[in-house]
């Protein structure tokens, strides 16, 4: 039995060193059991449809031999331990060529550090809290091999005020969970309204536990107070136990809030109560371009569903493995510093099924994490419940989003 | 605030107390035979309630759902009896305060392996729409919650009072030792008292998912609340829970609109703390008499 073991060890060493040798080696990691499981899961599939695509046309051609990419996949389990553990065992393996994934900021600032510090590349996606990019900003990292590819909570918080001053309100309610992303949801919140002129009048300020499913409380306080819109910050079922105590004492406003609202346990938790209520969204899964129907009908067809369990999430995997791909071309080398030097300043548009990413990152400056953060506000549009899916709320979204795909646009 | 906001307050936070009741009411059951309570009922009123959402995945109807439903909540409260609290009882010894937790702590790992991490959405037969009474807007589900608490422990209460078997669960909570010289089996009483234990969590589960979706995590919060409620009102009261339960509710819900939502938790802390240092029996509870 020993000799069988040593001998299984010794060939998997061998047959290991053979494999890097002439592939790309990628790292997918991220919940793909438990409560964050469908986007997890969602961007691991997202990420591996880019990869069986790029592996179908023969792989990247590095250095005149052509590469494919070859995934090794841990499941953190939303867990800050787990992932720590996960980034330690990615940072000490040989001829890793980059990581993509981490839906929880937590496993973020738990791992990347290991990753960092053995200067591994790694796209963050879809983790959205600020923390994970400004850890290195206050630590004033001077060369950082972490980028992220989604859009965070800074162009969120802006975008749900926005909306709310266009819809011409001039009295809200704030809710959120009281949880540190809830907590920094609102703290972003009051920040922006601050920033965007102090047009919103913040009539209520109103907190719940993971756990409380009756919200009425609350709701009156903020009926009573004239509220005209509910903005809201939180995590998981609370958010449909509000727009369906909503429902019960009769309050007819709209609910804006950050992307957890597009997520099943909200749409389908709050049924038709949940019909209106608005997110910020960086994909919504409506075939309105050739690109994108190609891309939803791939998911449909690969993984045998009629509907994406997060369609921001699979967009935004299958987006970062085109522009990690690109990078690997671009410095003709499976080196992960290489890839790094190389993804800080991308030469060729890459054609993703989210944009067009012209120059999505840039040298990284601990004065400004916008130099790694792929997205702004112009890759971002506001999505819609309707009748248990996400689409878009305005039509001028959709409409941009055709016109950029026949004349992409720098940004 | 007008008046009728305050009776809104009032009545939502009174319906979800009849809840907390319910499963505080699962705790005097067994503590009024045995002097143990099971410390895993949320686990109890969580597990049944995945159990009954199953059944209705795959294809019972609701009505004949909910007695399926009550008898594996049942079938559960014997095996916590069994594997947890018989063994403890017949040595004298307080084991089953750790064998309880251990064991709603594996029904926990157990329900995640399962079902998933996920809250899920309970089905339910009524309407969404809520109804208007006297200004006070009531969901169809809130009203079924009362009816529901109300028509299990009567049932109860009347089973304790007028069945033999009943009888002899009092004879048991009076005095397990004339009950035995008497020929009552008090071992089989106990194991009634989990049953019925069980059934109620079970029920309560059944009750409060439609409102609270399932998930895990669902008896956690619900049990602390309903332990609170139990020693205050005192841990071998009937009745007492029920009106307790509900004050507490709108004791919640007051507090959270007019102090502030981050106080929620506030009064079911401070009454318990009260009642611990003024009242250990409970404002319901009869001072017994230790005789040594």
């Known amino acids: 039995m020993k000799k ?223 509220a005209q819109a509910i903005l809201i910050w939180g995590i998981g079922p609370e958010l449909a136990a509000v727009s369906n105590g909503m429902a019960k004492i009769g309050m007819k406003v709209p609910l804006i809030g950050g992307w957890p609202l597009s997520m099943s346990n909200y749409v389908e938790n709050a049924g038709k109560n949940g019909n209106g209520t608005l997110m910020p969204q960086t994909f919504i899964e409506e075939p309105i371009t050739p690109r994108i129907k190609a891309f939803i009908d791939a998911y449909h067809k690969a993984y045998n569903v009629k509907q994406i369990p997060s369609p921001v999430s699979a967009a935004q995997g299958y987006d970062a493995v085109y522009i990690f791909a690109a990078a690997v071309k671009q410095a003709q080398s499976t080196d992960t510093k290489k890839i790094k030097e190389a993804l800080e300043d991308l030469k060729e548009p890459v054609k993703g099924v989210i944009a067009t990413w012209v120059h999505p990152y840039s040298k990284w400056d601990p004065a400004n994490e916008e130099t790694h953060e792929a997205f702004r506000r112009e890759q971002t549009v506001m999505g819609m419940v309707k009748d248990g899916r996400v689409v878009f709320s305005s039509n001028a979204d959709r409409q941009r989003i055709i016109k950029d795909e026949t004349a992409p646009k720098g940004k | 605030m007008s008046a009728s906001g305050i009776a809104q307050l009032i009545v939502s936070g009174a319906l979800m107390g009849l809840v907390y009741a319910l499963v505080a009411y699962g705790f005097s059951l067994t503590y009024s035979t045995s002097k143990s309570i099971n410390f895993g009922q949320g686990v109890l009123v969580m597990f049944s309630a995945f159990c009954s959402l199953t059944l209705l995945n795959v294809g019972v109807p609701y009505w004949l759902m909910v007695p399926l439903g009550l008898g594996i909540g049942a079938l559960l409260g014997l095996f916590v009896e069994r594997a947890a609290v018989r063994l403890a009882l017949e040595q004298k010894s307080e084991g089953w305060i750790l064998l309880t937790i251990i064991l709603g702590l594996l029904g926990f790992s157990v329900a995640e392996n399962i079902w998933g991490r996920d809250d899920r959405p309970f089905p339910t037969p009524l309407p969404t729409e809520s109804v208007q009474i006297l200004g006070v807007s009531i969901s169809p589900m809130e009203i079924s919650v009362a009816v529901g608490v109300f028509a299990v422990m009567g049932l109860i209460e009347l089973f304790k009072r ?79 829970v029920v009106l307790v339960g509900m004050c507490l509710g709108s004791l919640e819900s007051l507090t959270s609109f007019y102090v502030g939502s981050g106080w929620r938790e506030a009064p079911g802390l401070v009454l318990l703390i009260l009642a611990l240092a003024v009242r250990p029996t409970g404002v319901f509870g009869k001072a017994t008499i230790r005789k040594v």
């Open chain 2, 162 to 240: 007028k069945a033999l078997l009943g009888k002899a669960f009092e004879a048991v909570s009076a005095d397990r030792d004339a009950a035995e010289l008497m020929g009552v089996s008090a071992t089989r009483t106990v194991m009634l008292s989990y049953a019925l234990s069980g059934g109620v969590a079970a029920m309560a589960g059944i009750l409060v998912s439609p409102i609270t979706t399932v998930g895990p995590t669902l008896g956690s919060v619900l049990v602390l609340k309903a332990f609170s409620v139990a020693v205050v009102a005192g841990l071998d009261s009937g009745f007492g």
């Open chain 1, 4 to 226: 069988v073991l040593i001998g299984a060890l010794v060939f998997g060493i061998i047959a290991t060193q053979a494999f890097a040798a002439d592939t790309i080696k990628i790292a997918i990691t991220g919940p793909f059991s438990g409560g964050s499981a469908p986007m997890g899961a969602s961007m691991r599939d997202g990420a591996k449809l880019a990869i069986a695509e790029i592996n179908a046309a023969g792989g990247i051609s590095v250095g005149g031999k052509k590469m494919k990419f070859d995934v090794i996949e841990r499941d953190d389990e939303a867990k800050n331990e787990r992932g720590a553990l996960i980034a330690q065992e990615l940072a000490s393996m040989n001829g890793l060529s980059g990581v993509i994934g981490t839906v929880n900021t937590g496993v973020c600032m738990a791992g990347d550090k290991h990753l960092q510090e053995k200067g591994i590349t790694k796209i963050i996606c879809p983790a959205a809290g600020s923390a994970s990019m400004t850890q290195w900003s206050k630590a004033g990292v001077k060369d950082l091999s972490i980028f992220r590819f989604a859009a965070h909570d800074g162009i969120q918080s802006a975008m749900v005020v926005e909306e709310a001053i266009n819809r011409k309100f001039t009295k809200v309610a704030l809710f959120y969970d009281s949880t540190n992303y809830g907590v920094s949801g609102r703290d972003d919140m009051l920040d922006q309204i601050k920033k965007q002129g102090n047009k919103l009048e913040v009539v209520a300020s109103e907190k719940w536990n993971i756990g409380d499913k009756d919200m009425t409380a609350q709701l009156l306080r903020a009926k009573s107070a004239g």
